[in-house]
């Protein structure tokens, strides 16, 4: 795995999922199978089976989020307004219309409320730019030119 940089605010989101997962799912998932052990047969127990089922997927979340979380770097926004970086938030102009994103981790991304990754095209393209810079982006639609107009 290849090491990933995360803001501050991702590594401690995926940090308390994993405390979530690794002390009260854990437990919650234990307790269904004592109980679905409680009713008898388990090769035809549908209960025992959904549970063990649970159990295995958490296992496996918890085991990728240790994984992930040894393999990241943990970078601070310094309040820099003078280029974009991790966590700043960017106005752009393009197609003659404002948009603002704003550039996070990998895990923190969510582009319908202008979140965008720091290793999608777009978050590529603006890291380490300017106000007044433009950049040009391919995308689904061909290549774009977006304009930066304020970093906050």
């Known amino acids: 795995m290849n090491e990933q940089i995360i803001s501050q605010e991702g ?26 052990k409680e009713l008898g047969d388990l090769s035809e127990n549908a209960e025992y089976s959904e549970a063990k089922d649970a159990q295995a997927l958490n296992e496996g979340r918890i085991l990728e989020l240790t994984n992930t979380l040894k393999n990241v770097t ?23 219309q404002e948009k603002e994103y704003t550039i996070v981790s990998f895990n923190e991304a969510d582009p319908l409320s202008g979140k965008i990754s720091n290793e999608s095209p777009l978050g590529v393209a603006f890291l380490e730019h300017k106000k007044g810079d433009t950049v040009e982006v391919e995308t689904p639609k061909g290549k774009m030119e977006f304009k930066i107009i304020k970093i906050a």
């Open 11 to 36: 590594y401690d989101k995926l940090k308390e999922e994993l405390n979530f997962l690794s002390t009260v799912r854990r437990k919650e998932i234990a307790e269904r199978i004592e109980r679905a």
């Open 74 to 96: 943990v970078v601070q926004n310094n309040g820099s307004r003078d280029k974009v970086v991790m966590g700043s938030r960017v106005t752009v102009k393009v197609n003659n």
